[in-house]
């Protein structure tokens, strides 16, 4: 484990300080230097079709977007802005909770690259992806 790392309940305060964190109720599960997994508790809202009763992609995305970004603060201590992010869809997510598994893949001075898996409540793939977040310090 790197020294800078944080511990599981700062992560935790961390990815709850924002209000669109918090509507996804993301719960920190794990976090060691083999990765990041959280859960985001499923939600009525997250339907795109009532008929089919799927998940919008626009939240596996997020929950892909923000599994990697905290796999990332973990090690910097703090949560960094997204440069690019690419989403790949396996499967419809249908009702149920669902659990990302993220790692850093590179960590870099001023870019890093952190890629998540997103499970269903049966622990199907449903989405994954990477992303290239901005790591530089930030300009006091």
């Known amino acids: 484990m790197s020294e800078s790392r944080i511990d599981i309940d700062k992560l935790q305060l961390l ?13 920190i599960l794990k ?8 859960t985001a508790k499923w939600r009525e809202e997250w339907v795109v079709n009532p ?3 799927y998940t919008h992609g626009g939240i596996l995305a997020a929950i892909v ?6 796999a990332i603060a973990a090690e910097l201590g703090r949560p960094v802005p997204t440069i690019d992010l690419r ?17 850093v893949v590179r960590m ?7 890629e998540a898996h997103v499970y269903d409540k049966e622990g199907t ?16």
Do not use: C
């Not at 989403?87 to 790692?103: E, I, S, Y």
């Open 51 to 53: 008929d089919r009763r």
């Open 31 to 38: 976090s060691d230097e083999d990765g990041l997994e959280l």
């Open 87 to 103: 989403v790949d869809f396996h499967k419809a997510a249908m009702p149920g909770d669902l659990t990302a598994k993220a790692r």
């Open 108 to 114: 870099g001075s001023q870019y890093s690259t952190a």
């Open 65 to 70: 977007d923000t599994a990697a970004d905290y």
């Open 125 to 140: 793939l449903v989405a994954s992806g990477r992303g290239t977040y901005f790591t530089a310090a930030p300009r006091s």
């Open 15 to 27: 990815i709850t300080r924002g209000p669109f964190n918090r509507w996804l109720d993301f719960r």
